[in-house]
C-alpha cells in the first residue's frame, strides 16, 4: 500500500472517531439534560425503550472507536493494512468496505467458517 492510501485511511480513520465521538457526546448531553417526567407509564415506557436503544447504538460505536483508535495505532506503527493471522496484505477494497479490519478475506473466511463449525 502506498503512502497516498495510507492517508486516505488515516483521514478517513479520524473523521470517522470525531463523528462518533461527537454522537456520544450528544447522547450523554440529551440523557442529563432530559428532566422530562411522563405520567402516562405509556410514554414513559416509550421514553425507557427509546433511551435503551440508544444506548445499545452508542456501546455498539464505543466498541468501534476502539477499533478505529487501534486501526490508527497499526497506521503509525506501518502494520496497517497487513493480515494479523497470515501476513499478507489485506486487499483495498477490504480495507475501504471495514477499515478497521486486521484480517484478509481468506483468514477472515477461514475463522468465520471455524466458529460456525463450532456453533458460535
Do not use: H, W
Amino acid at each position: 500500500m502506498d503512502e497516498k492510501q495510507i492517508e486516505y485511511f488515516k483521514e478517513l480513520l479520524t473523521t470517522r472517531l470525531e463523528e462518533l465521538l461527537g454522537q456520544a457526546d450528544a447522547t450523554v448531553n440529551d440523557m442529563t439534560d432530559q428532566k422530562e417526567t411522563y405520567p402516562d407509564p405509556t410514554d414513559r415506557a416509550s421514553l425507557e425503550s427509546d433511551r435503551n436503544f440508544t444506548l445499545r447504538i452508542r456501546d455498539r460505536e464505543r466498541k468501534l472507536i476502539g477499533k478505529i483508535k487501534e486501526a490508527l495505532e497499526r497506521i503509525e506503527d506501518g502494520t496497517f493494512g497487513i493480515c494479523e493471522s497470515c501476513g499478507q496484505e489485506i486487499g483495498v477494497k477490504r480495507l475501504e468496505a471495514r477499515p478497521v479490519t486486521t484480517l484478509c478475506i481468506e483468514c477472515k473466511t477461514k475463522q468465520e467458517a471455524s466458529e460456525k463449525a463450532r456453533g458460535e
